[in-house]
């Protein structure tokens, strides 16, 4: 590679990479970075401080104060993307023509200007997200934040045609790649980044069932009550529920139930240690959007995953998995696992199935063509 630079614009500081889309964008950096391609990261600030780790991985790094008034909620342009627009980092990013990655929908305000009309433009979707948000309002308790998603959701879906200026669209699953592809004809599949290299799941048998997500999270609340309440109160297994700031609901909730622990806010060294030690890791979702980085990393590093279909929406990731949709399904399925030692065959299976196409590595390559193409 001669000298490549890449301009990467993203909709939060992405380390750390502690939930969702921002360890898809970190890692992305990471390993496009140890490739030698130099990289002019741009971050929207939205609750994260800056972070010297990004100095040390990218050419440059450049912050810009994102517009949370509540005026950008009576815009017609989408809240999420209209709060990240900013006369700043288009003028960087004018100072020269490399190519340049949006990550999302929400930094897409870019592709307005006609002057990035004839640029190698690339957005990376992280989920159709007009979907996402009708999804979240369904499950929304709140009458004013049921109202706001559902009209953000509204808006996400007229609001998705300025995709078609971009001259690149990669997904992260085959549902969202052919839909687009439908559309624009211009979407690549190409799997979420991840912290792994290798898988380093243990053999043998765990000590817990863990369910981790971040529990500030919507749509992670709604699974983790649904999961206590349906499934580990109904086990005799130690279960260990385990993320970022978890609401009072939930502590009060996990607190009845003697079996069920809930951890809060573990560092990235004690989530890793909870996840290869657990036997059986327990994921549930109502949204079949996007691709969960909890599932990759359960993969990667755990022993058994026990998820439901939508979980694996849009992936090949059913085959390492064991599925389950109803209360009664995961129950029979703890009970059948819950003695079954996790083995070589199984390990030897999930590399062969990871690292076809999960692998960080091919993914990358494959980012690279498209860049310099």
């Not at 359960?298 to 389950?324: D, I, W």
């Amino acid at each position: 590679m001669n000298d490549q630079h890449l301009h990467i614009v993203s909709f939060n500081i992405p380390y750390p990479a502690n939930y969702g889309g921002i360890i898809d964008v970190y890692n992305r950096i990471r390993v496009l970075s140890e490739s030698g391609v130099k990289i002019h990261l741009h971050c929207f600030e939205y609750g994260r401080p800056h972070a010297p780790e990004l100095e040390r991985l990218c050419f440059s790094v450049n912050y810009y104060k994102r517009d949370t008034s509540v005026r950008n909620l009576f815009c017609k342009t989408p809240y999420i993307c209209c709060s990240r627009r900013s006369n700043e980092l288009i003028n960087n990013l004018l100072q020269d023509d490399y190519p340049l990655l949006i990550e999302g929908l929400h930094c897409c305000e870019i592709l307005r200007d006609k002057r990035f009309e004839k640029r190698n433009t690339i957005v990376r979707i992280h989920n159709i997200e007009h979907e996402y948000y009708r999804l979240l309002a369904k499950q929304e308790k709140s009458l004013l934040r049921r109202l706001y998603l559902s009209n953000e959701a509204k808006k996400l879906r007229k609001y998705e045609d300025i995709l078609a200026k971009a001259r690149h669209l990669i997904t992260v699953n085959q549902t969202e790649n052919d839909y687009l592809n439908a559309k624009y004809g211009t979407a690549t599949l190409i799997p979420s980044f991840h912290q792994f290299d290798d898988v380093c799941s243990l053999q043998g048998r765990g000590s817990h069932i863990l369910y981790h997500a971040n529990l500030s999270v919507p749509e992670n609340i709604v699974a983790a009550k649904w999961l206590t309440t349906n499934v580990f109160a109904k086990t005799d297994l130690a279960v260990k529920i385990a993320g970022l700031n978890p609401p009072r609901e939930l502590r009060n909730l996990t607190a009845k139930y003697q079996n069920i622990q809930l951890i809060e806010n573990p560092s990235d060294t004690d989530m890793q240690v909870l996840i290869q030690n657990a036997h059986i890791i327990i994921m549930y979702t109502h949204q079949p959007t996007g691709l969960k980085l909890k599932l990759l990393h359960s993969l990667f590093a755990g022993r058994f995953c026990l998820v439901n279909s939508n979980m694996v929406s849009g992936t090949s990731l059913a085959q390492a998995c064991e599925l389950a949709d109803t209360p009664n399904d995961f129950l029979a399925k703890i009970d059948r696992l819950r003695t079954m030692p996790f083995d070589d065959n199984q390990i030897d299976h999930r590399i062969m199935l990871l690292t076809n196409d999960y692998s960080n590595y091919r993914n990358r390559d494959r980012i690279i063509k498209i860049i310099e193409s």
